[in-house]
Structure formats: C-alpha cells, structure tokens
T-cell receptor, first 113, second 111 residues
C-alpha cells in the first residue's frame, strides 16, 4: 500500500541535543512538507520541497534543517537552536500542482525533557 | 488580519443534527479551499475540496464557497458521534506551492 511513513512515533530528547525525524513516501509524489502542530495553533509550515536537492523555508524554519537527496525521503532535523521543540511533527506529500491535496504521515511526537 | 480564521470551538451538536463549520480568509486571490478532518492524536485527512463558488456535496458533507464574502463552510448532515473531530480549513498560497491551515474547529457530536 502506498503511503507516508514517519519515524519514530514518539521521541524524547534532552535539551541541547539534535534529533532527526524520518519521513519516507512511496506515493511517487514530487512535493513534500514538514508541519509542526501545537495545541491551539493549528499546523505551521516548517520546510517544503518540490524537487530533489531543492527545498524552501516555511513560516517557522528557524532551528530546523532538512535535506532532499531522494524523491522518497525528506528528513527533518530539530537542532538545539530550536527554543521550544516539544510538538507534534507532521510530514506530508502531494502531487506537484495539487498542493492543497496533502497526504499526511502518522506524525512524530517530540518531547524535550 | 490573519490569513485564515476559524472558531476553535468546541461546537457541540446532537446526533442527527446538521453541524456547520465556518472559515474566513483574507486573500482575495485564493482560488481553492480544502477541509481536513483530524481525530485526536492522529494526523489530518482530506475530506473535501472546492474551487468554485456555490455548493459541493459528497455524501453527508457539503462544502460551500462564497468568494465575494471570503468565507468557506462545511456542513455535516445527520451528524454521528464518529464525526467528533477537529476540522481544519486550508488553502494554497505562495504561488500554489504551500498550504496555510486554520487552527481548526473542534466538533463534538453528542449521542
């Protein structure tokens, strides 16, 4: 079955540590996105990519980094520079040109201890 | 002015009633609108999209778009307890390269 796989589902991190969240899709979608969700704030865009080896900052990119070396993969690194990283992170993909029709992974819940 | 505004709720309706969820947006250039449903602790899933003024029906769901007044609505007929979730409106921006979401309206259907 086609879909988006995010791992890990739950992650605990100490302050000052970088963590990388994995996102893999087998939908053959060109576009991929990372969103962050906090209670009462909806989804906020961190980074997005429309083609391999190219990506753009979203609305809240500070303290995050991404790479897009393969079409299927779009990992997100939460660096120690991110001041409030505890959140629910969602990876999504879409067909190029059908931006509003997003397919989401199950999400990764990051807690900083 | 926020790009998109939704009442966070909760909106409580009795089982079998019509639930009406609303969203207003500020960008008059927006052309298409999307409704996502998100169950607690889960990821969002697309349930409806609408591009033209007027109504679009899909089963118990009807999306309504009024571009002149800059609002989009989602009606859920014969509401069921399984419809209890947060409903997010969304629309593309930035040259159609990214999607902006509202904060979502939490719907509670009371048996």
């Amino acid at each position: 079955d086609g879909g988006i796989t995010q791992s890990p589902k739950y992650l605990f991190r100490k302050e000052g540590q970088n963590v990388t969240l994995s996102c893999e899709q087998n939908l053959n979608h060109d576009a991929m996105y990372w969103y962050r969700q906090d209670p009462g704030q909806g989804l906020r865009l961190i980074y997005y990519s429309q083609i391999v080896n190219d990506f753009q900052k979203g609305d809240i990119a500070e303290g995050y980094s991404v790479s897009r070396e393969k079409k299927e993969s779009f990992p997100l690194t939460v660096t120690s520079a991110q001041k409030n990283p505890t959140a629910f992170y969602l990876c999504a993909s879409s067909i190029l040109g059908y931006t509003g029709e997003l397919f989401f992974g199950e999400g990764s819940r990051l807690t900083v201890l | 002015q926020k790009e998109v505004e939704q009442n966070s709720g909760p909106l409580s309706v009795p089982e079998g009633a019509i639930a009406s969820l609303n969203c207003t947006y500020s960008d008059r250039g927006s052309q298409s609108f999307f409704w996502y449903r998100q169950y607690s602790g889960k990821s969002p899933e697309l349930i409806m999209f609408i591009y033209s003024n007027g109504d679009k029906e899909d089963g118990r769901f009807t999306a309504q778009l009024n571009k002149a007044s800059q609002y989009v609505s989602l009606l859920i007929r014969d509401s069921q307890p399984s419809d209890s979730a947060t409903y997010l409106c969304a629309f593309p921006k930035g040259g159609y390269q990214k999607v902006t979401f509202g904060i979502g309206t939490k719907l509670q259907v009371i048996p």
